[in-house]
């Protein structure tokens, strides 16, 4: 094999794992945000479920893209562990696909392909269209390195190592292991298997020699969703262990089933003047026959993950962190339904924020209506938490915006991140009303009856409004009812400002409050006026999310 071999093998490795991006991004930028809603619709049934997951890969023509996106989707939520195992299920079986078109030889029209999928992102301006110019250029392109690699390859079949090399992987061990590790280096069971194919096309190894290889390329494909699932939720990580014990399952059985019956010689039989169909059809009944082998015992695989990774008490429960978003390690870290993952992600810890927020705001009207420092510290922490959140959040936004595509899931991402910054600002009013507890405390003042009954108004309408805001995401419809009911409440707190106001004057025409009673008063009726502010600001972005979405 010469050096300039071995660089068309790594060329055609490069196209094909490039043509499946392009794959995987067409896709993510089709359907965005709408990958929620398709899938918690699907999802509820175990057949339609492996139905989405091996369509979903079929598409993409890689079953560890569609594993690392279940893995995003439990992590933040979307998904429960039960859907999971039936998308996993499907997702197996949908990666034989790119076996069997390249035994069909359909690279022929690889060419054909890539540029029809060129010439629709080039000469078509609708957007949409470019989209699925990406997914049908990005399987030309995948094909192209297909055969880039397979003609690479003819060259060692003149290598007595290389061929002595395959025999020895009839060795179920060694064939498993080689094919395992391997898969897990370039991290794509579509790619090894599409090698192997091309070794066997080239005459290097048979299909006696080659099924061991292919059970283990289906167990080392678990380590793309094994390295998503670092840093993500105990769930999430119950994913990776379903996929494992998935395919792990499958190996056990068909390698008992290849030593001990003809079922080899039979998928031979089949279509023996060619071997790499031998290996599609044999990687194609692997996935099928586990898939309904195990189908009847999904709730069982689920049941056994959490066995394997049961619940433990929560080391960050007293330490800042987010539940529902993985932050991204890089400006470049897509994935399939990246949209719909962190759409949820950011609703669900912005629900943690308003919730945060709202305590402070409770405490804190408190406080000052009790007139002592003791709700001080804890408003404080909480305080630096909603800070924290703001600052992550915010990050990972910005890290999202850059890969997102879809312009309407792009405005609905936007709009949840001013979202984010005004709640921020209501946890800041919040602590200024709290810190105004010291001066209270300090100096002895008291306030009379009457303004105690006006701090819990203005107490009650803050929080009414904020439990207001949790409730908008889960009213899929009439956004202008929503938006409207949030300005009513805002212009209550308007009203009773002005209102306040007025009578804090009366009270001190008549001497009947301090001075510094008054300031402290005057300063927390402005503090009252912009959380109502900010809680406009956020009912209206969260109705033009909705819109976007």
């Keep these: 094999m010469k050096i300039t071999d071995f660089f068309s093998l790594l060329g055609g490795l490069a196209l094909f794992l490039y043509g499946m991006q392009m794959m ?33 890969t079929a598409v993409i023509q890689s079953s560890s893209a569609t594993t690392v996106m279940v893995v995003g989707f439990v992590n933040s939520g979307m998904m429960t562990l039960k859907q999971a195992v039936w998308i996993i299920m499907g997702a197996n079986i949908g990666t034989t696909i790119t076996g069997q078109l390249i035994a069909l030889d359909v690279g022929q029209l690889a060419p054909l392909f890539a540029f029809c999928g060129v010439a629709l992102i080039v000469f078509v301006k609708k957007q949409k269209v470019h989209h699925y110019g990406l997914i049908v250029a990005g399987l030309g392109i995948l094909f192209i390195g297909m055969e880039m690699m397979s003609g690479a390859m003819m060259p060692l079949r003149e290598s007595e190592a290389f061929v002595s090399l395959m025999t020895k992987f009839s060795n179920p061990v060694l064939g498993i292991l080689a094919g395992a590790v391997f898969t897990a280096v370039i991290q794509s069971s579509s790619a090894s298997v599409g090698i192997l194919q091309a070794l066997a096309g080239s005459g290097l190894i048979g299909l006696s020699n080659a099924v061991y290889v292919l059970f283990g390329q289906n167990i080392g494909t678990c380590i793309t969703a094994i390295l998503a699932a670092i840093g993500t939720s105990r769930n999430a990580k119950r994913t990776t262990v379903i996929h494992l014990m998935f395919n792990l399952i499958g190996t056990t059985i068909f390698t008992i089933a290849c030593i001990t019956t003809p079922l080899t010689s039979l998928v031979e039989s089949l279509t023996p003047d060619n071997v790499a169909s031998q290996i599609a059809n044999m990687h194609t009944l692997f996935n099928i026959v586990t898939t309904l082998l195990l189908l009847p015992f999904g709730n069982y695989l689920a049941k056994a993950a959490v066995r394997i990774l049961p619940e433990k008490q929560d080391e960050q429960a007293d330490v800042m962190h987010m539940e529902f978003i993985r932050p991204m390690e890089t400006k470049r870290d ?25 305590e402070n705001v409770e405490a804190s009207f408190q406080a000052v209506k009790v007139g002592t420092t003791e709700n001080l510290e804890t408003v404080q922490e909480r305080e630096e938490y909603i800070d924290y959140l703001n600052k992550e959040i915010s990050k990972y936004i910005s890290k999202v915006l850059v890969n997102e595509s879809n312009p309407r899931d792009s405005q609905y991402i936007s709009a949840l991140f001013k979202v984010c910054g005004n709640v921020e600002r209501i946890g800041d009013h919040a602590m200024n009303i709290c810190g105004y507890t010291k001066l209270i405390e300090k100096q002895g003042i008291s306030f009379s009856q009457e303004v105690r009954v006006e701090i819990d108004a203005m107490k009650e309408v803050c929080i009414k409004a904020l439990e207001f805001l949790n409730e908008i995401h889960h009213n899929q419809q009439d956004n202008n009812q929503d938006v409207k009911a949030i300005e009513k409440l805002e212009q209550q707190i308007d009203d009773m400002t002005d209102d306040y106001r007025q009578k804090q004057l009366v009270r001190m025409q008549k001497g009947t409050c301090s001075e510094e009673g008054c300031i402290i008063y005057s300063e927390m009726l402005t503090d ?17 999310g909705k819109v976007g979405a």
Excluded: C, P, W, Y
Excluded at 26 to 52: D, S, Y
Excluded at 528 to 544: K, S
């Design 528 to 544: 009252f006026e912009r959380i109502g502010d900010h809680i406009l600001n956020i009912g209206q972005e969260m109705g033009l």
């Design 334 to 358: 897509t994935q399939i339904g990246l949209s719909a993952i962190a759409v949820t992600g950011i609703k669900k810890e912005l629900h943690r924020m308003i919730d945060m927020a709202k």
């Design 24 to 56: 995987s991004n067409g896709l993510e930028a089709a359907a965005g945000n709408k990958m929620k809603q398709i899938l918690e619709k699907l999802t509820a049934n175990r057949f339609l479920g492996v139905l989405v997951g091996a369509g979903i």
